[in-house]
């Protein structure tokens, strides 16, 4: 186990460990540092808006319309994207869209041809791959049923908002819904900005992937919610709590069954997203766990990162948690201030005088005598006794003066002296 390095007088503290994170005794400063997250945010939705403004999507043959054409090597050869291009340049279809399927197939997306046009395109085709003209599939697509699927899933996106602001703010209250919508759209806008920065090809699937991202980043979003719900029923029970110190205390608890749940999400996405692709060479697929798996993952940040510092930010202004924070600062002022108290060492007893009692001084010369010439210049060192011992009195006669009386204090020596004291104090 290794530790940090303290301050002096500091408790030092430990580094976490795996089993603090599987038995949910982590401390993780989300809250505090929020501010670090709040720049990552900002960062990646900048990087999304500019590239989305400068190039745009890049829309399928579905959203815009156009001719595509698909067909299979013979032989099983493999597939030249450049020889591809070579046999339909001298055709005018220099910007067409050619994509490989697997090993042996090819796509080539343009725009609208004419019938005269697709037949030539589809001969050029055929000649390369060694097949006949019939081998080769033609499909004509309008920009119409795009259009649709684009309005059809905006309606939705506009419900699917509508009906969890509702039924967040009847579970929890209307802050945490707004805090989860703001996470929703920080996922969306993510998500759209790797499209726009990688270039990949927006079809249907895609759109059906965007719908779906949606409902597990609200998932870990109501999980962690649920967990601020339970422990705000016993905020301020604890001197010195306040709502983003019990917030950052939920975080901490339910942190591994959010990662647990991100990461048995994305495992299943992941295969299909790389071995769909690049071993079986499913396209359909890729256009769905592209943006399923994005999607997937920010979603996991932000329900942590986003939502809930949100969450505690809105909620820091009501009046009474405003109050709860005000009071927990004034402790903490309080307990700075205060300066430790020196340790009492214990010392010899002195008796001290009250008033209107004399207190003779002491007689150095005195109780010396059965002492001269036994080094009276030697400095002898005498250890303080740990506590004061009193001697015993010697035993005299009766009526015989005490010897060594006027070097003592006669309160010390003189038991009514100290019954006459304490009658003067009271």
């Known amino acids: 186990m290794t530790t940090t390095a303290a301050p002096a007088g500091a408790t030092p503290t430990r580094r976490h460990r795996f089993a603090d994170l599987y038995h949910e005794r982590t401390h993780y400063e989300f809250i505090d540092r929020s ?46 994207v450049t020889k591809v291009r070579d046999a339909i340049d001298p055709l005018g279809l220099g910007d067409a869209t050619v994509l490989v399927v697997g090993n042996d197939s090819v796509r080539v997306q343009s725009k609208n041809l004419s019938t005269t046009q697709e037949a030539k395109v589809g001969a050029a ?17 309008g920009p119409t049923w795009g259009d649709k699927v684009s309005s059809k899933a905006l309606t939705a996106l506009v419900v699917f908002f509508l009906v969890i602001a509702a039924y967040l703010t009847f579970r929890f209250e209307w802050r945490m819904a707004l805090a989860a919508i703001i996470a929703v759209v920080h996922d969306i806008i993510i998500t759209v900005g790797v499209y ?73 996405v992941a295969s299909l997203l790389f071995v769909g692709t690049y071993v079986l060479g499913g396209l359909a697929l890729r256009d769905f766990a592209l943006a399923l798996f994005v999607g997937l993952l920010t979603g996991a940040y932000s329900s942590i990162f986003v939502a809930t510092p949100i969450l505690a930010w809105l909620k820091e202004r009501e009046p009474k948690y405003r109050a709860l924070r005000e009071r927990a600062a004034a402790d903490l002022a309080k307990a700075k201030a205060v ?20 207190v003779e001084p002491l007689d150095e010369d005195d109780g010396d005598e059965g002492d001269e010439g036994e080094g009276d210049d030697e400095d002898v060192p005498i250890a303080a ?4 011992v009193t001697p015993a009195a010697p ?25 006459q004291r304490r009658r003067k104090r009271r």
């Open 395 to 419: 035993v005299t006669p009766a009526g015989a003066p005490r010897a060594g009386t006027a070097g003592a204090s006669r309160g010390a020596a003189n038991p009514r002296g100290r019954q």
């Open 125 to 141: 085709l055929a000649k390369y791959a060694g097949i006949n003209n019939a081998q080769v599939s033609v499909t004509s697509v």
């Open 196 to 268: 726009a920065v990688t270039q990949f090809e927006v079809t249907p699937a895609t759109v059906v992937a965007f719908l779906t991202i949606l409902g597990f980043s609200l998932y870990d979003t109501v999980v962690v919610f649920d967990k601020v719900k339970d422990n705000q029923a016993r905020l301020g029970t604890v001197r010195g709590d306040t709502y983003s110190l019990m917030v950052n205390r939920s975080l901490n608890q339910v942190l591994v069954r959010s990662l647990s749940t991100s990461i048995v999400a994305l495992l299943p």
């Open 35 to 80: 501010w670090r997250w709040a720049i990552l945010s900002g960062a990646l939705i900048l990087i999304s808006v500019v590239a989305f403004l400068v190039s745009g999507l890049n829309l399928g043959i579905d959203f815009e319309g156009g001719t595509q054409w698909e067909f299979t090597m013979a032989n099983n050869a493999s597939v030249s």
């Open 385 to 388: 006794p740990a506590a004061p």
């Open 339 to 358: 300066a430790p108290v020196a340790p009492v060492v214990p010392g010899p007893a002195v008796d001290v005088p009250v008033d209107g009692e004399d």
